[in-house]
């Protein structure tokens, strides 16, 4: 497939990257990235931890400093996409602008559930998704001292184990443990406990009712047992939604995102999606239509889309993988453990240096490695291609997964 232009729209990590990817194979035709934020396009998981710390500063966020985007002559676009004209192949801004293109890549993302919740406008209640969040949150963090955190998924941990190096922090959710929909119970009670040890307080099993403030300003958080907790801070975390708006109304299929084939292709095949907002059928969940919403997906179905629109096309089958930094802790983890009925555990939990294999009807699934980044390697290449791996295997005495991968290494 010869090209002559390609537009983007999204400029996070998945539309940056296709961009940066084609340029790199190779293609000479124009290239336009539509973001809707003011900022180069810029790294987001700092945002709820290095960031927050102060470790990284503002223009270290970006991938590529603006001279990178004049001289590869990506045309970048500070404008919302309003539209998407299939028929005459060009993508409407808000200022009234249009940009045509011969191939479209949604990049879209996706954007925070919101609280719904009485007193969610107060002030000193935040997500955090954008730059601008976060450097709204930062200063209030350094003068909280009651934080209450709705969420206890990645992103709420993450900013937990901030918090509490200088606040009380209580941490909200409706689930019965940490992380409970992208982790074992094994692994979480290990970073439950390390939180506890650094003061965090975990209310399980609870909702919401309301938010309540004084003069516009949050004081506190109602819990759905009917008990306030203290708040000067309320940060959530309470998942995300697709940005699938533009996609729908332009005609696309729509299935927990953007629905897209094997070739992250949707229907329209002038039209590609990538990313958190794209649902692909994953060969490592069964083939199920999956949406992942990881940097590493973003960027290697990024790299996949450039691949075939240089005329390299192969289906998408790259290995999900996922991290997260909460205090001394660094979790790792490759595969999906979706449905899994049998784990392994390697190494010591009490050490906080251990691993845990996730297997779904004997088959390796997952592995989840807790500052064990050997682990998280060796199960990553073995995920991705054949022998597999059996949970017999595993749980002999003695078992290392690394030299099992590099045993059976093809």
């Given amino acids: 497939m010869s090209l002559s232009s390609v537009t ?9 990257q296709v961009a940066a990817s084609l340029r790199q194979g190779g293609f000479e035709g124009k290239i336009s990235l539509i973001g809707d934020e003011p900022d180069l396009p810029y790294q987001r998981p700092p945002l709820s931890k290095a960031y927050m710390l102060g470790k990284i500063k503002r223009e270290n966020l970006a991938f590529r400093p603006e001279t990178f985007f004049q001289e590869q002559n990506i045309e970048l676009i500070h404008d919302t996409a309003v539209e998407i004209d299939r028929q005459n192949r060009r993508v409407v801004l808000k200022s009234g602008e249009a940009c045509d293109y011969e191939h479209l890549v949604l990049a879209t993302g996706a954007h925070n559930r919101p609280l719904a919740l009485p007193g969610e406008d107060l002030n000193g209640v935040f997500g955090i998704k954008t730059l601008a969040d976060a450097d709204d949150l930062s200063p209030a963090v350094k003068t909280a001292r009651n934080v209450v955190v709705i969420g206890a998924g990645f992103i709420g941990l993450e900013f937990a184990a901030i918090a509490a190096q200088s606040a009380s922090v209580n941490v909200i959710d409706m689930g019965q443990r940490a992380m409970a929909r992208a982790i074992s119970q094994e692994m979480s009670e290990v970073f439950e406990d390390t939180h506890r040890e650094c003061g965090v307080t975990f209310h399980f099993n609870q909702g919401v009712n309301r938010l309540i403030g004084s003069q516009g300003k949050v004081t506190g958080v109602e819990k759905a047992d009917g008990k306030i907790l203290e708040a000067d801070l309320v940060v959530y975390g309470i998942g995300v939604i697709p940005n699938i708006t533009l996609a729908s109304e332009a005609g696309l299929h729509i299935e927990n ?17 990538i990313g958190d907002v794209a649902c ?12 992942i919403e990881s940097v590493p997906n973003a960027m290697d179905q990024a790299r996949a889309v450039a691949a075939r629109l240089l005329g390299n096309p192969s289906p998408f089958t790259s ?10 802790l660094k979790l790792q983890i490759a595969g999906l453990s979706t449905g899994f009925d049998t784990t392994v555990t390697l190494g010591s939990p009490e050490s906080r240096q251990f691993s845990v294999l996730c297997f779904r009807k004997g088959h390796f699934v997952a592995v989840e490695a807790c500052n064990r980044p050997g682990d998280h390697l060796a199960g990553k290449k073995i995920l991705a291609r054949p022998p597999e791996l059996t949970s017999t295997e595993a749980s002999a005495e003695g078992f290392d997964l690394r030299e099992w991968e590099k045993e059976h290494r093809g």
């Fill in 280 to 291: 692909f059928p994953c060969v490592h969940n069964e083939g199920q239509p999956t949406r």
């Fill in 319 to 328: 290995v999900p993988w996922f991290w997260t930094d909460q205090g001394s």
């Fill in 8 to 16: 983007i729209v999204g400029a996070g990590q998945a539309g940056f």
């Fill in 257 to 273: 995102g953007i629905k897209v084939d094997s070739d992250l292709l949707t229907n329209d095949p002038h039209i590609s999606a």
